[in-house]
């Protein structure tokens, strides 16, 4: 059974840019979820998609966006970046909305 | 509105102490607890849950956590820790209408030899 993963691993851009990062959730689940983890701070929810449709947003602005592809794999983009976006951003995935959530490696944004 | 703090953001321990990392939580609905560890450059990993049923609830690693209703608490203990037991710790509530994880700032604890 093969985990959640992310990609990629550690990246840096530079103010205004934009990021896509990749996340592949365990076999079987339907569910995935992007938290932002800021240095020295607990995860903060950005948003959940279910099915290909977004299930529930956390207070982060329209910048912050996502998708869920047919196989459950998920994109999150962030357009326009600040240097406040610089963080670890988590996937999680799960079976359903209702279950334990999986954590991916996260990957490494730093903006500049 | 949910939310989790975690009474200490350090916690140093000699090897073989035991130990405690203090969580209280505030909820107006049914409460999911969690507590999840995250080693140095790594995501996070679930150590244990409280869903339902009994109140003291075990996890893997030896950890144990205790949810006390009247005191909105959910304390992780381990009775004696190992120096790879060295990581952050978070504790977490379930909330809103799906399953959204509501996260303390997290605990770091530190274990000397």
């Known amino acids: 059974e093969t985990g959640v993963t992310q990609s990629p691993t550690h990246l840096i851009k530079t103010r205004g840019q934009q990021v896509t990062l990749r996340c592949s959730s365990q076999s079987g689940h339907n569910t995935v979820s992007w938290y932002q983890q800021a240095l020295g701070q607990g995860p903060q929810f950005i948003f959940q998609?279910?099915?290909?449709?977004?299930?529930g947003r956390g207070n982060f602005p329209p910048r912050f966006s996502g998708l869920q592809f047919p196989n459950y794999s998920s994109e999150l983009n962030v357009n326009a970046l600040e240097l406040d976006d610089s963080a670890l951003y988590l996937c999680a995935s799960s079976l359903d909305s209702d279950n334990e959530q999986f954590f991916g490696p996260g990957t490494r944004l730093t903006v500049l | 509105a949910q939310s989790v703090t975690q009474l200490d953001s350090q916690v140093p321990v000699f090897e073989e102490a035991p130990v405690e990392l203090r969580c209280n939580y505030s909820?107006?609905?049914?409460?999911?607890l969690f507590w999840y560890v995250q080693y140095p450059n790594q995501g996070l990993q679930l150590l244990l849950k409280y869903l339902s049923g009994s109140t003291l609830v075990k996890g893997i690693n030896g950890f144990e956590a205790e949810f006390n209703k009247s005191q909105t608490s959910f304390h992780l203990r381990k009775p004696s820790v190992h120096i790879s037991d060295t990581a952050e710790y978070f504790c977490a509530v379930r909330g809103g209408g799906y399953n959204k994880l509501i996260f303390g700032a997290g605990t770091r604890l530190a274990v000397h030899p």
């Open positions: 998609y279910y099915r290909e449709e977004e299930n």
């Open positions: 909820s107006s609905v049914s409460v999911y």
